[in-house]
């Protein structure tokens, strides 16, 4: 399925990832929904526990931790991203199964961040409960207040006070927020308003517990809470944290975003491509078995012309993929920039159509619980917005386009 080498170690983990999945994973679906909706939505569950110990124990462990993050292969295989990307497929097919591999947002690219950035002593106290599956963490980075598509837009300050920095500001869509495991933010915001555009922002860590760090409420996204993860709204009133806590120093924010995002975007492209597969095999599954005028819809044309339109666009976006994670580590992120920003529009607009398709051949059914459809399409359709709008990409395309063909790109900026 790829134009690209696999190689035997990526092979074997795909073989046993997949046996995974088909003992572990699927067989508890209904389980895993059983337990939120018992008691307090908000409190983490134990069936994941187990499954990550187990998981943990067979070496399905951090496989997006990338090469020279983990010199000594003690947390994780240290795969290339183009290793990585049928993993990250795969377990995208069930919107928790990440969690039972550490592998899930926004935990990857914050422990990226803190491997990347870190100095050794964030890395003790934070990075390594992270890749243990021991806590987990928070983003803070968009405002309710501002169009944060825009990251020179955010207002939080921080502010430099003797040994400390003050912290203020209102932030919300802080995923992973509403977990009680969760015990570090890596929040955004202002050293410098009167510094130069891209050096005014800084990049910090926030304790959860410190006082001054309110949690408002947990926003649902078309209606889903995402328990125990989700997604909350916060303010954050003069909290104090240690001057050591800033991320590799003040004014470097944004150049942060720039490397955490780069990854988790193209995360969000590989476990989409797995949503988008699971739902073709759920339309085809369903379009065998409903007869509707006489026949099983498989023998209306209609249903398998949604079919083939289905397969031929997810193999374009599984090779664009593929593409922007080779360049990745082949000529790095920043080369790859216009093939990440390419992706990113391409494959959430793929899963949604395919998921509609198959909620087309379902029914009713469709759009109630009884499939993962629903949710499917709320959390393929939220991508279109998180880590920044189609709009947004587009326009780096754009720019790489003419770039290439020598124009200055200067000259389309305002």
Excluded at 284 to 293: C, G, H, L, P, Q
Excluded at 312 to 333: C, F, S, W
Excluded at 356 to 377: F, N, S
Aim: charged content about 25%.
């Amino acid at each position: 399925m790829t134009m690209f080498d696999v190689t035997p170690r990526a092979r074997n983990l795909h073989e046993q990832l997949l046996k995974f999945m088909d003992a572990h994973i699927y067989p508890n679906e209904k389980n895993v929904e059983a337990e939120i909706d018992q008691g307090d939505r908000w409190q983490h569950l134990d069936l994941i526990d187990e499954l990550k110990e187990k998981a943990r124990a067979e070496g399905l462990w951090n496989f997006f931790l990338p090469p020279g993050s983990d010199p000594q292969g003690k947390f994780g295989p240290g795969l290339t991203n183009l290793e990585y990307t049928g993993l990250c497929e795969i377990m995208g097919r069930v919107w928790w199964a990440p969690e039972v591999f550490n592998c899930n947002a926004p935990d990857t690219g914050n422990m990226e961040v803190l491997a990347r950035y870190g100095t050794p002593e964030q890395q003790e106290q934070w990075l390594k409960p992270l890749l243990n599956g021991e806590i987990r963490s928070g983003f803070s980075m968009t405002e309710p207040d501002v169009a944060s598509s825009d990251a020179t837009n955010i207002q939080s300050s921080i502010v430099r006070d003797g040994d400390e920095y003050v912290i203020n500001g209102r932030k919300w869509w802080t995923s992973g927020a509403g977990d009680p495991r969760c015990k570090i933010l890596i929040f955004m915001g202002k050293t410098d308003p009167d510094a130069e555009r891209h050096v005014q922002q800084s990049m910090i860590l926030v304790p959860v517990d410190t006082p001054g760090v309110t949690r408002e409420r947990m926003l649902t996204v078309f209606g889903y809470d995402d328990a125990p993860h989700g997604h909350a709204q916060m303010t954050f009133k003069d909290v104090r944290v240690p001057a050591s806590n800033i991320l590799l120093g003040e004014g470097r924010g944004f150049e942060i975003a720039q490397g955490r995002l780069g990854p988790g975007r193209i995360h969000h492209c590989m476990r989409l491509i797995g949503q988008a597969e699971r739902a073709l095999e759920l339309m085809i599954k369903r379009s065998t078995e409903r007869v509707a005028f006489g026949k099983p819809l498989a023998l209306h044309q209609h249903t398998r012309e949604l079919v083939a339109q289905s397969r031929m666009e997810i193999d374009q976006a599984r090779l664009l993929t593929q593409k922007a994670a080779h360049m990745m580590d082949t000529v790095g992120n920043k080369a790859a920039r216009g093939e990440i920003a390419g992706i990113k529009v391409v494959a959430p607009n793929v899963a949604l159509r395919v998921i509609d398709r198959a909620i087309q051949v379902y029914g009713g059914e469709g759009v109630c619980q009884d499939t993962p459809l629903p949710l499917m399409y709320a959390q393929a359709r939220t991508l279109r917005l998180a880590d920044g709008p189609d709009i947004v990409h587009t326009e780096t395309v754009a720019k790489e386009e003419y770039r290439r063909q020598g124009f200055d790109t200067r000259k389309l900026r305002r």
